[in-house]
C-alpha cells in the first residue's frame, strides 16, 4: 500500500475508533498522532519526552534500546504523551493494523491520564515547559561551562527519585493542633508579637523549652525540594536546574505508579475497541498475533500488561454478574461491572488496585510467586496468594525506590545533612550507596551522613567531601 492511501485509511480508521471509544464512554484528550522513524521514537523513548534538556544518561538509555529493536529483542510500537492535546507517536514501518490496535491503546491511555486522580495536579503543559528549560540549560552550559553544569546535573538526578508527590495534602487536624503550641507562641503577649516570625531560625531557643527546634521539625521525605531550599552552595542556576528536575519527575511519578493500572486499561479497551471495528480474515489474525505478543507472560518479571487486563476483566465479572455469596455478603445487586471499572480507573493507583482487586483466584491462574536467590539458584519463595499479592505491594511501594528522610539539617550543629533509610527489609545497595553520596555532598556542600541497616544491624555511612566512612552504630 502507497503511504499517502495507507494515511488515507489511517485518518478514517482513526475517525471510527475515536466514535467507538467514546460510545463505550471513554473520555479523552483531543490526540494529534505522528508516524516517526525508529531513530526518532527511540530518542524519544530514551529521553521520555519529545523536548528534555540534554544528559549523557538519555544517551545511553537510547543506544540500549536501539540496539534490542536493532536485534528484534525489543520495539516500541508507540509512545503516547500526557498533555492536553496528547501527543502520540508511531513507529514508522507498523502496519495498518498494527496501528488501527495502537490508536485504541492511545485513546485508553489519554482516558486514563485524564480522568485518573493521581494526575490530577500533573500539568498537562509538560512539553513547552520541558522545552523552556532546555533551552535555559543550553544558556548555563555557554555561561558555565558544559563540563561544570553536566557535572552539576549528574548530581541532581542521582537524587531525582527523592521527592513527596503528596506533600501538598493538608496536615490532619492534631498536627494542626500540636502547631498551635508551638513554643514560639508561649511568648508574652505584645503588640510586637507578629515580629517573632522574623527570627524564627533553627537554633531559636524560647525560656521555656531546653533544647533548639529541630530542623526540620519532622523528618522531610523531599529530598530534592529540601536541598533546593535550604542548601547554601546553591547558585541561582544550580537551584533553577534543582527545580526542573524535581518538577519533572513529579511528572512522571504518576505514570510510574499507575504502571499496571494504565497499561491494563490501555489493553482492556484495544480489545474491546477492536472487536466492534470490521476487519478481514488476514487482519484478525495478525491483531491476535500482536495482541498475544503484548500480553505474553514471563518466568521472571510481571507483565503489566496481562496482570493490568486480567484484573480489570475480573472486576468487571465480579461486579456485572456476582455469586449468590456475593450479592449477600457484599450486596452487589449486579449489572454494574462497566461502572465498577469506570470507578477504579478514576480513584486507584497501582498498590490500591493490587491491594483490593488480586484475588486468590487470579493468582492461580496467573501462576503468580515470589522468588529469591538460594545460594546460586534463583527459587520460588512464596505462593501463598496473600503472601504472594502483599510482596507485589511491597515492591510497588514509593515505586519501588528506598523511602530516605531528611532527619537532621544540621547534624553536630555544623549544617551537616543527616539522612535516614526507613529500613523496610531490603538492604540498600551499598556500592550505588557509596557512589552517591559524593553527589549529596555537591549538593549540600557539607559533610553528608545515611543511617540504614546492614545484616539488620544500624550502621551509617558519611562522606566528607574527600573520603567516605562506614561505623555500625
Given amino acids: 500500500m502507497n503511504p499517502q492511501k495507507e494515511m488515507s485509511c489511517l485518518e478514517v480508521a482513526m475517525e471510527k475508533i475515536s466514535a467507538k471509544a467514546r460510545e463505550f464512554g471513554l473520555d479523552f484528550y483531543d490526540i494529534f498522532f505522528e508516524i516517526c522513524p525508529a531513530d526518532i521514537i527511540y530518542t524519544f523513548g530514551a529521553y521520555g519526552m519529545p523536548t528534555r534538556f540534554s544528559h549523557w544518561t538519555f544517551g545511553k538509555a537510547y543506544h540500549k534500546m536501539k540496539t534490542q529493536y536493532d536485534y528484534n529483542l525489543g520495539r516500541i510500537y508507540e509512545m503516547v504523551i500526557n498533555s492536553d492535546p496528547c501527543y502520540a507517536f508511531l513507529l514508522e514501518g507498523n502496519s495498518l493494523i ?6 485504541a491503546h492511545v485513546i485508553a491511555h489519554c482516558d486514563f491520564f485524564k480522568n485518573n486522580i493521581y494526575f490530577k495536579n500533573t500539568s498537562t503543559a509538560m512539553v513547552e515547559s520541558m522545552a523552556a528549560a532546555a533551552n535555559r540549560f543550553r544558556e548555563y552550559e555557554f555561561k558555565y561551562g558544559k563540563a561544570k553544569v553536566e557535572s552539576f546535573i549528574d548530581a541532581a538526578i542521582a537524587i531525582q527519585e527523592h521527592v513527596e508527590p503528596r506533600r501538598m495534602i493538608r496536615k490532619n487536624s492534631k498536627k494542626d493542633e500540636a502547631s498551635k503550641h508551638d513554643c514560639r507562641h508561649k511568648k508574652p503577649e505584645t503588640p510586637y508579637d507578629d515580629l517573632w516570625s522574623l527570627d524564627d531560625k533553627d537554633t531559636f531557643k524560647c525560656d521555656t523549652c531546653d533544647h533548639p527546634r529541630k530542623f ?23 537551584r533553577d536546574i534543582m527545580s526542573v528536575i524535581r518538577q519533572e519527575m513529579l511528572y512522571f511519578w504518576p505514570q510510574m505508579e499507575t504502571k499496571i ?4 486499561w490501555a489493553s482492556y479497551w484495544h480489545l474491546r475497541i477492536m472487536r466492534e471495528i470490521e476487519l478481514d480474515e488476514a487482519e484478525t489474525i495478525e491483531l491476535a498475533k500482536m495482541h498475544s505478543g503484548i500480553v505474553q507472560t514471563s518466568r521472571t518479571h510481571l507483565n503489566p500488561y ?8 475480573d472486576i468487571e465479572k465480579r461486579w456485572e454478574n456476582p455469586t449468590e455469596e456475593e450479592k449477600e455478603k457484599y450486596g452487589r445487586p449486579g449489572g454494574e461491572g462497566k461502572q465498577k471499572i469506570f470507578e477504579v480507573r478514576a480513584m486507584e493507583n497501582d498498590i490500591s488496585f493490587l491491594r483490593n482487586y488480586l484475588t486468590k483466584e487470579l493468582v492461580d491462574d496467573l501462576d503468580l510467586y515470589l522468588f529469591k536467590k538460594m545460594g546460586y539458584d534463583w527459587k520460588i519463595s512464596q505462593k501463598e496468594w496473600e503472601k504472594v499479592r502483599d510482596g507485589l505491594v511491597i515492591n510497588l511501594t514509593n515505586c519501588s525506590f528506598p523511602h530516605i528522610v531528611v532527619q537532621d539539617g544540621d547534624f553536630n550543629k555544623k549544617g551537616e545533612l543527616y539522612l535516614k533509610h526507613y529500613f523496610e527489609g531490603v538492604e540498600l545497595d551499598v556500592f550505588y550507596l557509596e557512589k552517591t553520596l559524593p553527589h549529596v ?30 561505623k555500625f552504630l
Fill in 261 to 264: 493500572m494504565n497499561e491494563g
Fill in 306 to 313: 496481562t496482570l493490568g487486563l486480567k484484573i480489570f476483566e
Fill in 441 to 470: 555532598y555537591t549538593l549540600w556542600g557539607k559533610t553528608v551522613h545515611l543511617e540504614t541497616r546492614l545484616d539488620n544491624k544500624p550502621v551509617l555511612f558519611s562522606y566528607n567531601g574527600e573520603k567516605g566512612s562506614k
Fill in 98 to 103: 498494527q496501528n488501527k490496535l495502537i490508536m
Fill in 216 to 238: 526540620p521539625t519532622e523528618p522531610e521525605k523531599d529530598l530534592m525540594l529540601f536541598i533546593t531550599q535550604n542548601s547554601k552552595e546553591l547558585e541561582d542556576w544550580q
